[in-house]
Structure formats: structure tokens, C-alpha cells
């Protein structure tokens, strides 16, 4: 695994907006931005594919084992 995969984050979303671009209860892959974190958000690809800024009290982000993390990156990159 690569030194880059072994850092990355997920997020639940936990709140979402109607017709938005995020599915309540979906885990979701954060990129790392610190400037957004200053701002309180994080980085996440949503639905469309894309990374975009959204409020950090959205999301709880989570902790995965290992093996579970390979998966969930595996299915995004398909």
C-alpha cells in the first residue's frame, strides 16, 4: 500500500441538503486540505465525482481498519 493510501480519511455524512450532492449515511473519501480545515471543512468527493468544500459538522469522520480502507479505495478508483 502506498504511504499515501495508508492517510487516507473517510466521513459518515450525517446531515445533508435536499437534491444535494451528498447521501445522509454514505461514507464519503476527505481529502487532505489543511486551509479548509481552518475554515471548518473538509475536502470530500461527493456524487458527482469531484472534490468540493462542505461543512466539517456534516460529516464525523471515521477510523477504518486497514483492510476496509484498501476496499472502499479500490471501489472509488474502479
Avoid at 27 to 36: N, T
Avoid at 53 to 63: A, H, I, K, S, T
Amino acid at each position: 500500500m502506498y504511504t499515501a493510501e495508508l492517510n487516507v480519511q473517510f466521513a459518515i455524512c450525517v446531515a445533508g441538503e435536499k437534491d444535494g450532492d451528498l447521501e445522509i449515511w454514505k461514507i464519503y473519501r476527505v481529502l487532505p486540505d489543511p486551509k479548509a480545515s481552518e475554515v471548518g471543512c473538509l475536502r470530500v468527493i461527493d456524487e458527482s465525482g469531484e472534490d468540493y468544500l462542505y461543512p466539517q459538522n456534516r460529516f464525523v469522520v471515521v477510523e477504518l481498519p486497514e483492510e476496509v480502507r484498501k476496499r472502499l479505495l479500490a471501489v472509488a478508483e474502479g
